[in-house]
T-cell receptor, first 112, second 112 residues
Framework: DAGVTQSPTHLIKTRGQQVTLRCSPK?????VSWYQQALGQGPQFIFQ???????QRGNFPDRFSGHQFPNYSSELNVNALLLGDSALYLC???????????FGPGTRLTVT | GQQLNQSPQSMFIQEGEDVSMNCTSS?????WLWYKQDPGEGPVLLIA?????ELTSNGRLTAQFGITRKDSFLNISASIPSDVGIYFC????????????FGKGTHLIIQP
């Protein structure tokens, strides 16, 4: 039974570029949440997707957008990258919006 | 963004000792969760708590949901080397606000 998977593992982008990160939820899960984790900090909630719609959003600008597909997988898009966007991006899935969240290994994004 | 107050920030203990850490918030949460994160990996769910006053165990780990719903505690008994890592508390408000709010983590270091 595969857990949450994310791709790519690492990514290096230049300031001003755009990036797309991908997440496949744990089998049987239909809800995906995205988090940003800066070095030495706890994860910060970006947004949650359920039934292909953004259900809740944290304190992140519109440069951060997402999508959920009919198979429950999800993408996180970040436009106009800033140096401060360098972080570990974590995807978590759950069997419903209020259920326990299980995290993937993350995508390490470096913006130069 | 908001983060929970988690303490201590780091702990240096001897193998075999018991460990205690806690998390406080100015807001009420309906669910408290504890995660462990190893370097380069995503957080792994250890214990989930759903009811004020609830005490739940998972092997050598015991966690409690505070009566005020604004705090939670995690204890680890008879620590072993593989307990090394960063422990995060997370609160979930529920009722449509299901994004997790995390603490900054407690870094556990065990000396053999």
């Amino acid at each position: 039974d595969a857990g949450v998977t994310q791709s790519p593992t690492h990514l290096i982008k230049t300031r001003g570029q755009q990036v797309t990160l991908r997440c496949s939820p744990k089998s049987g899960h239909d809800t995906v949440s995205w988090y940003q984790q800066a070095l030495g900090q706890g994860p910060q909630f970006i947004f949650q997707y359920y039934e292909e719609e953004e259900r809740q959003r944290g304190n992140f600008p519109d440069r951060f957008s997402g999508h959920q597909f009919p198979n429950y997988s999800s993408e996180l898009n970040v436009n106009a990258l800033l140096l401060g966007d360098s972080a570990l991006y974590l995807c978590a899935s759950s069997g419903g919006p209020g259920r326990e969240q299980y995290f993937g290994p993350g995508t390490r994004l470096t913006v130069t | 963004g908001q983060q929970l107050n988690q303490s201590p920030q780091s702990m240096f203990i001897q193998e075999g000792e018991d460990v205690s850490m806690n998390c406080t918030s100015s807001s009420i949460f309906n669910t408290w969760l504890w995660y462990k994160q190893d370097p380069g990996e995503g957080p792994v769910l250890l214990i989930a708590l759903y009811k004020a006053g609830e005490l739940t165990s998972n092997g050598r780990l015991t966690a409690q949901f505070g009566i005020t719903r604004k705090d939670s505690f995690l204890n680890i008994s008879a620590s072993i080397p593989s307990d090394v890592g960063i422990y995060f508390c997370a609160g979930q408000s529920g009722g449509g606000a299901d994004g997790l709010t995390f603490g900054k983590g407690t870094h556990l270091i065990i000396q053999p």
